[in-house]
T-cell receptor, first 110, second 113 residues
C-alpha cells in the first residue's frame, strides 16, 4: 500500500461541473500539498495546508488530520483545468521530504 | 513562474553514459530536492541538499549523486545510465527543509536509448 493514495486515477468531467479529488495518507505529516502538473512536466504548487481549509479562486482544499484525508475541489470546472493533480505529504517520518501520490488525470470537456 | 529553472529541458543519452542535470533555485532557498517521475507515476524522492550537504536520500543507487552550490544552483549526476532511468527529473527548492512551500522547476525529460 502506498503511503499517499489518490482517487480517482482518471476523471473526465463536463465544463461547469464540480470536481472532487481525494487523497489519503498513512504517514505523519507536517503539511499536505496539492500540486498541478500540465503536459510537459512543470509542477505548480496550488496549496500547502496543515489544517482546515484554503480557497484560491475556484479551487478549494480541505484536510482532516484525524482521518488523514484531504480533498481538492474545483468549482465551475473549465477545459483549462485539465491537468494532473498530485497530492504530496511533507512526511515527518522522512524528515519532511515530499511523498507523492500517483496523481489524478483530469480532463474537462467543453 | 516559480523562479526555479532546470536545464536542459530534454536530453537523449545512450545506455552506459553519464548525465548531469542542472537546477537554479530562487535566491535564499537553502534546500533543494530532486525527484524522478516515471511515465504515469508520481514523483519519487531521490535526495535533498541543505546548505550544500546531503540531507536525506531515497531508494536510489549510489550512481545517482548530487551537488549544491553556494549560488543556489545544484546538479544531479547519474552514472552508468540504464534504460529505466528514462524519466522526468524535477527539482524543487524551498527556504528550508521544514514546513515551507516548495517551488518546482519545469523538469528535464531524460530518454536513455
Amino acid at each position: 500500500k502506498n503511503e499517499v493514495e489518490q482517487s480517482p486515477q482518471n476523471l473526465t468531467a463536463q465544463e461547469g461541473e464540480f470536481i472532487t479529488i481525494n487523497c489519503s495518507y498513512s504517514v505523519g505529516i507536517s503539511a499536505l500539498h496539492w500540486l498541478q502538473q500540465h503536459p510537459g512536466g512543470g509542477i505548480v504548487s496550488l496549496f500547502m495546508l496543515s489544517s482546515g481549509k484554503k480557497k484560491h479562486g475556484r479551487l478549494i482544499a480541505t484536510i482532516n488530520i484525524q482521518e488523514k484525508h484531504s480533498s481538492l475541489h474545483i468549482t465551475a470546472s473549465h477545459p483549462r483545468d485539465s491537468a494532473v493533480y498530485i497530492c504530496a505529504a511533507s512526511s515527518m517520518e522522512y524528515g519532511n521530504k515530499l511523498v507523492f501520490g500517483a496523481g489524478t488525470i483530469l480532463r474537462v470537456k467543453s | 513562474e516559480t523562479g526555479v529553472t532546470q536545464s536542459p529541458t530534454h536530453l537523449i543519452k545512450t545506455r552506459g553514459q553519464q548525465v548531469t542535470l542542472r537546477c537554479s533555485s530562487q535566491s535564499g532557498h537553502n534546500t533543494v530536492s530532486w525527484y524522478q517521475q516515471a511515465l504515469g507515476q508520481g514523483p519519487q524522492f531521490i535526495f535533498q541538499y541543505y546548505r550544500e550537504e546531503e540531507n536525506g536520500r531515497g531508494n536510489f543507487p549510489p550512481r545517482f549523486s548530487g551537488l549544491q552550490f553556494p549560488n543556489y544552483s545544484s546538479e544531479l549526476n547519474v552514472n552508468a545510465l540504464e534504460l529505466d532511468d528514462s524519466a522526468l527529473y524535477l527539482c524543487a527548492s524551498s527556504r528550508d527543509s521544514s514546513r515551507t512551500e516548495a517551488f518546482f522547476g519545469q523538469g528535464t525529460r531524460l530518454t536513455v536509448v
